[in-house]
């Protein structure tokens, strides 16, 4: 993305009480014209209420909602030109596919020809073959049926397509297949595309932005390559996936100190704020040293088990009760074996220091 | 013998053997004792007749074609009636009632434990002149009503109260196999409220309706005691000239030959309703 686009659509400190719960609390965002948003977050983070409002089958608390600057908090879902593509995809079993991608047009009277054309239009731009068209929707596999929502959701031209987690029940292999297709379809249509998941790695694949949630509020918006390299919060570095977290407290001379490991370590450069924190090492960075004075930062400690994760080859090594995992790439050389010392270290700029939130 | 020696060594059949002795007994032997029965000369207690014709002609004859015409009349309207009080019921019990709903199921349900001739007897105090409601009715409004009683009009009421939870029961189901998020996703793909009904809640839930119609007929077409108890008998439904037949009259080959004529007729249209409205296709297990 170069520049800021315009914003299709916009929250203003949107707010959802259930009860006396609160399920999104007070959330400002502005999403693009043309964008892949993605929002994440653990089950229970207000992330489907969000959706959900954004799309009209909730009404917010307070706050509001903008569409291209127009109000549309008490839209109905059937009145906004938006369309969401269900976790269940809620295909019509008693429709074939051609009618399930038909449905919205013939809602709105559109004739027969004409929606048939559009239907097959879409069917080709899925990859759906053209003999689907009167096929029960029954019978189609889990990937053919994500493109029939998919199509079914487009059909009718919406200015926004939101997903409610569809693909979280797809085998792995072919998730990972449908989620390029995904953002093939987002490039092909050029369409704002709100997505939301529970799954880092699959927005990191997809989205333009990424806005993480937590506790029904957005705790960092950013880039993929921002969410990844930059997080603030212990809570989002450790969302991404593996990674070592070491409480820290500022240690007087630009250091910070560990209290459990009663190890001093150097910073990534920039000031150290005097709040309680931790520093974040992500496995990769982190390597087994053959001397003390490779590197700035070093910890030692025993050489637990290893794991092949592919191209890579990840160590778990036991300072203390303490767990750390180290990355190396499968050809890199390494000569150690299960439970040899072994001193681990990285460098400084390649560790990041966030809120222990 | 070879036959019995094997299915002395099939564990299968051997395990199935009991059931199938049990069905053949007691569910196809009366069947074919009254399907033989109707063929024997009226008047007769025995099988070994020469069989014939006579008891259906009588029928035809003596216009009792009429009662059985009755009866479906009756069934059809119940059913036509129920499904059109049932539906709003059963989608309040599934969507809007919440909580209540199970309060209202025990509501439906507790009255199946009365027998229903008691219950019929019941209305009968409630309907008759001086009874509850006119009584009512006379003494605060001064309002002078005909009978309610014994009436046409009274027995259709006395079958659709007996036999609404059979309708409403399987309708609720029919309407909760409907998806929460298909009726949103038809609303968010531009349906107003009257077209996901249309399209999608009606015939997602036609099989709990179905059901519903096809219990519901089947039974009151068997309906006896509500013409009996409501209408004074002055409607004979045909289930009331087969129990003369066989009792009063003792005339069992006729009664036989009215039982197998209701059998075939609501046969004929059961098949005929379950081809038209293929279950499997409907629930979209094809």
């Known amino acids: 993305m170069t520049g800021t ?3 299709i659509l916009q929250l203003k400190r949107v707010r959802k009480e259930f009860g006396g719960l609160v399920a999104v609390d007070d959330i400002d965002l502005a999403i693009g014209e043309g964008e892949f948003f993605t929002i994440v977050g653990p089950s229970g983070s207000g992330k489907t209420t969000l959706i959900r409002m954004l799309a009209g089958m909730e009404r917010p608390t307070s706050g509001d909602i903008l569409l291209r600057g127009q109000r549309i908090n008490d839209t109905p879902a059937n009145e906004r030109p938006t369309c969401m593509v269900f976790q269940s995809l809620a295909l019509f079993p008693h429709r074939t596919v051609g009618e399930n991608i038909e449905f919205a047009l013939k809602i709105r009277n559109v004739d027969r020809s004409t929606r048939e054309k559009r239907a097959r239009l879409l069917m080709q731009l899925l990859h759906l073959p053209a003999d689907y068209y009167g096929k029960n929707v ?52 050029g369409k704002t595309f709100v997505y939301i998941t529970h799954s880092l790695e699959e927005a990191m694949v997809m989205s333009d932005r990424i806005g993480v949630m937590r506790k029904g509020r957005l705790i960092q918006v950013g880039t993929p390559n921002e969410i990844y390299s930059a997080p603030r919060s212990r809570f989002v570095s450790e969302f991404m996936g593996d990674v070592n977290v070491i409480p820290v407290e500022k240690n007087g001379s630009g250091a910070v100190r560990s209290r459990s490991l009663g190890a001093t370590f150097k910073p990534p450069p920039g ?55 180290v990355e190396r790439l499968r050809q890199q050389p390494f000569k150690g074996s299960l439970d040899d010392e072994v001193l681990i270290g990285w460098d400084p700029e390649n560790s990041i220091l966030v809120s222990d939130e | 013998m070879s036959e019995v020696s094997s299915i002395i060594a099939d564990p299968g059949k051997r395990a199935a053997a009991p059931i199938l ?31 014939t014709l006579a008891n259906y002609l009588t029928i035809y004859t003596d216009n009792a074609y009429i009662s059985l015409l009755w009866s479906l009349a009756l069934a059809s ?6 499904a059109v009080i049932c539906y709003p019921i059963a989608y309040g019990l599934v969507w809007v009632f919440g909580r209540w709903s199970t309060v209202l199921t025990l509501l439906f ?8 001739n008691i219950r019929l007897y019941g209305w ?51 309407i909760a196999m409907v998806p929460n998020q298909m009726r949103e996703a038809a609303s968010d793909l531009g ?55 066989f009792t009063y009259a003792q005339n069992w080959p006729l009664g036989a030959a009215l039982a197998v004529l209701l059998m075939l007729v609501v046969s004929v249209l059961v098949i005929a309703v379950l081809r038209r409205f293929d279950l499997d296709q409907i629930l979209g297990r094809r």
């Open chain 1, 5 to 7: 686009p315009e914003p």
């Open chain 2, 191 to 245: 349906a107003s409220r009257w077209q996901v009904f249309r399209e999608v809640e009606l015939p997602l839930s036609m099989p709990g309706i179905m059901i519903g119609s096809l219990l519901t007929f089947v039974l009151a077409v068997g309906a006896l005691a509500e013409s009996k108890v409501l209408g004074g008998q002055r409607i004979i439904p045909i289930t009331h000239d087969i129990e003369i037949a």
């Open chain 1, 271 to 325: 000031p150290v704020e005097d709040r309680s924190q931790c520093l974040v090492v992500r496995p990769e960075f982190l390597r087994f040293l053959n001397g003390p004075d490779e590197a700035a930062n070093k910890l030692k400690g025993r050489l637990y088990n290893e794991y092949a994760l592919g191209s890579r080859i990840q160590y778990q090594v036991r300072v203390g009760d303490q767990v750390f995992l």
């Open chain 1, 138 to 189: 029954t019978l189609c596999s889990g990937g053919e049926r994500q493109r029939v929502a998919l199509a079914r959701a487009l059909a009718f031209d919406p200015q926004i397509l939101f997903f409610d987690e569809p693909l979280s029940a797809i085998d792995y292999k072919l998730r990972k297949t449908l989620e390029k297709e995904l953002k093939d379809i987002h490039r092909e249509t």
């Open chain 2, 124 to 174: 009968v105090l409630f309907f008759i002149k001086s009874g509850v409601l006119p009584g009512t009715l006379k003494t605060l409004f001064g309002l002078e009503t005909g009978d309610f009683l014994f009436t046409p009009a009274a027995i259709l009421f006395g079958m659709v109260y007996v036999y609404l939870p059979f309708m409403l029961f399987p309708m609720t189901l029919g």
């Open chain 2, 77 to 82: 309207a119940t059913v036509a009636i129920l």
């Open chain 2, 109 to 116: 349900t507790i009255p199946l434990f009365v027998s229903e």
């Open chain 2, 21 to 51: 002795v049990l069905l053949a007994l007691g569910f196809a032997a009366p069947l074919f004792a009254v399907v033989a029965f109707s063929f024997m000369p009226p008047r007769t207690f025995g099988f070994w007749h020469e069989p």
